[in-house]
């Protein structure tokens, strides 16, 4: 175990230095005091909590609600060769009880858990055994009734403090205002908390909106402009496969992502992205969270974004290497009313919430009464069709379920198959004699992942063992089951669908408790949100930057690099340049008359359209005139 928090980050992560208040706030952790961190996006926030956990025994307990985010933090850990598990709903009830067993009993550093699974009382007796050195809170604005990403299971994270009450917690986010912040430290119940905050300034980062009737040929522009690699967001996935096939049409290199392709095939476009195989990224907001690629130039918003947060996080994943980069909005003169437009869907009546659950419970088949943490893949179009709903309503429906905490909705993500040897090594072999045509496949498991597969649920390879025993990988799964049916093994088939969970027992729908007068201040607020984003888009006086850091209220000067600034700059070298000319016709004329050329001639090339937009200036005005001899003289 290391004890020095640089040796850590030298010898694991490979950095030679900490990033602004990593420091402190590693300190501050490891002297066991609550924190509340805001760091921007791509400003190291898991280092302030991964490395202390190196710094000490036991194991750092991480709450987080984007499952793609865990699985891909824990992969990157176990490059590392450090324990990590990650507990979710995609897992079996048996698998679920591995992990967490492994983090009582075996050497384990980090556990990933969603906020749903504290409440569980398998998670609680467990969590109580385990030797706990912090637990850290990811998108911590999501406890906050004022975030803009509500989800009410975080209000359960309070109660674990009860279980084991010395242990530190440390909460992190990109983005939160003050309400926000105070709101997260009373949730949780910080305790003299140290608050860090990182000014949300980006001083390489140039803000601007581009007001156009032609979004399409404004992008090719924009891409012209700026070299290097860049993500156009938008909201639809059909706007993403076509603007993509535009920008290739036009000579661009670009590829679409969204969340309706395979884990294959996002896997692959977002590799050749990273390694820029692939210049240009377009993609709906499941693109970016958690992607380690700091040399973006350009985000480009084709869509209005729904609020500050949300843009603030997404812009923010230009230009992370510090190099100058930009993040443009393409404004055009219908875009506030479509997404005002958007808003009224986004808030469905109750009618429908309530036969929605209602299609939900059927599609299943769960009593009433039962159901509770039960987990299903769900085919959103399939479920739609069975009950005539119309699919952008339904969508916002399922999220005001999940807002009130009766489901947990989430996006597909891969999980590969994985499996584990149920049976001893006694029982096995007693198992391959009586078998015989199952031991040439039990020997390549065993010669493939070795003894590891006694102890954990690990990931598999059907197809590579297809190939090595040269069979079809049909017959390969038909092996894998009957070992899990006879329990051999224990294992679970990859998938990659969208899942439900049921997070309380079925209700009638007719009785659900929905919480009307939250729901309306919770539209109100989005209101607000969308009202500040639209007025950051339409304006044209106040510094971009300044506009942004006051809704999170700090304090800042002009950025100097938007465009409202770069605007602003460009007129006032106009006023003085005007002065200038002025005077040097006035002082030429002041010595004799001269003609139009002769007074050019007084001028560099480059100020000669300057030179004669002065001129007619001052001859419409009175102030010269053309004599008899057609020169120019002052009146």
Known sequence: MYKHPEEVLKKIWGYPAFRPLQTEIIQSLLSDSDIL?????????????QVPAMCRDGLCLVISPLLALMKDQVDALKAKKIKAYAVNSTMSHRAIDIALDNCVNDDVK?????????????????????????????????????????????????????????????????????????DIVEKLQLVKPKIFCASFTRTNLSLAVRKTEDKLQKITDVFR???????????????????SVFLNRKGYSAEYYHA???????????????????????????????????????VVHYDLPENLESYYQEAGRAGRDGKKSYAVILLHPGDVELLEKAFETAHPPVDLIRRVYQGLANYYKIAAGSGAFNTFDFDFEHFCNTYKLAPAETFHALKKLAEEGFIDLSEGVFQPARAMFQAGKDLLYDFQVKNARFD???????????????????????????????????????????????????????????????????????????????????????????????????????????????????????????????????TMYSI????????????????KPCTMKELSQIFEDFEKEAFTSVIRELLDAGELFINTEGRIDVK
């Open 37 to 49: 961190a805001l760091l921007p996006t791509g400003g190291g926030k898991s280092l302030c909590y």
């Open 110 to 182: 980090f556990l990933y858990v969603s906020p749903e699974r504290l409440s569980t009382p398998m998670f609680k007796e467990r969590f109580r055994q385990m030797k706990v050195n912090c637990i850290a809170i990811d998108e911590a604005h999501c406890i906050s009734q004022w975030g803009y990403d509500f989800r009410p299971s975080y209000l359960n994270i309070a109660e674990i403090r009860e279980l084991q009450p010395a242990v530190p917690f440390i909460a992190l986010t990109a983005t939160a205002t003050k309400k926000v912040r105070d």
């Open 225 to 243: 402009a700026v070299p290097g690699t860049g993500i156009v967001y938008v909201r639809s996935r059909n706007r993403a496969r076509d603007i």
């Open 260 to 298: 309706g392709l395979s884990a294959d095939n996002r896997a692959r476009r977002q590799e050749a992205w990273i390694k820029n195989e692939v210049r240009i990224m377009v993609a709906t907001n499941a693109f970016g969270m958690g992607i380690d690629k700091s040399d973006v130039r350009t």
């Open 440 to 570: 040439p496949f039990i020997k390549l498991m065993l010669r493939l992942y070795g003894a590891e597969l006694f102890n954990n649920l690990i990931n598999i390879n059907p197809q590579k063992m297809a190939r090595m025993l040269n069979l079809h990988s049909r017959e390969i799964e038909k092996m894998l089951q009957n070992l899990h049916n006879s329990s051999i093994l224990m294992y679970e088939k990859a998938h990659d669908k969208p899942q439900i969970t049921f997070l309380t027992p079925r209700y009638d729908a007719r009785e659900l408790p929905l919480n009307l007068r939250q729901m309306k201040e919770r539209k109100e607020l989005k209101k607000q949100q969308l009202q500040w984003m639209v007025k950051y888009a339409t304006q044209d006086q106040q510094c971009r930057a300044l506009f942004m850091n006051a809704y999170f209220d700090e304090n800042s000067k002009p950025c100097g690099k938007c465009d409202i600034c770069l605007a602003a700059k460009n």
């Open 576 to 591: 003085e340049k005007h002065g200038e000319i002025k005077g040097k016709i006035y002082s030429e004329l002041a010595q």
